[in-house]
């Protein structure tokens, strides 16, 4: 069944922001420890994650990275270190942003999963300026390639043909 109940995008957007501002509260002073310990930096990034998948309404088995790419959001452990550079190196809010979305592009580069995702939004960071298009549940599952397609559907076991027929 579609995830097409809830809020329209830009309330969604809303929503998300407030819980990663939660998220991230006081990022600056423990950022620091995202850098040594790798369990905390995975442990952010997956509630980042579900927040997102949740927001996007797209399906649990969506990438983390193509969810992020589809939300036009940079990871959380990206935006933390941003902030720390801000607070704690003095690094100008423009230069940090930028040296933020290099780290962001290159990880997306070098990430071997969300291929359709990547194939269909090639540049993330352009994707991610636009200043138009909501995200309906339609255009996530076709940016996602998970959605009510045949073939996704075959791909995991919910039918046996690549053509979805119409049931009366």
Aim: charged content about 35%.
């Amino acid at each position: 069944m579609p995830r097409i109940e809830g809020p329209a995008s830009r309330k969604r957007r809303i929503l998300v922001a407030a819980a990663i501002s939660r998220l991230l509260y006081g990022a600056e002073i423990w950022a620091e420890s995202l850098s040594t310990y790798t369990t905390a930096r995975d442990k952010i990034r997956k509630a980042q994650r579900g927040v997102v998948v949740s927001s996007n309404r797209a399906y649990k088995n969506v990438s983390g990275i193509a969810a992020l790419i589809i939300a036009e959001m940079i990871p959380a452990d990206l935006f933390t270190e941003e902030k720390r550079e801000i607070y704690h190196d003095r690094i100008d809010k423009k230069e940090a942003r930028e040296k933020t979305r290099r780290k962001w592009t290159e990880e997306i580069r070098n990430h071997r999963g969300a291929r359709w995702t990547k194939e269909q939004i090639q540049d993330p960071l352009k994707w991610m300026d636009r200043a138009h298009g909501d995200q309906e549940h339609e255009t996530v599952q076709f940016l996602s390639g998970h959605g009510c397609f045949g073939t996704y559907r075959k791909k995991i076991g919910k039918s046996n043909s690549n053509v979805e027929t119409a049931k009366d």
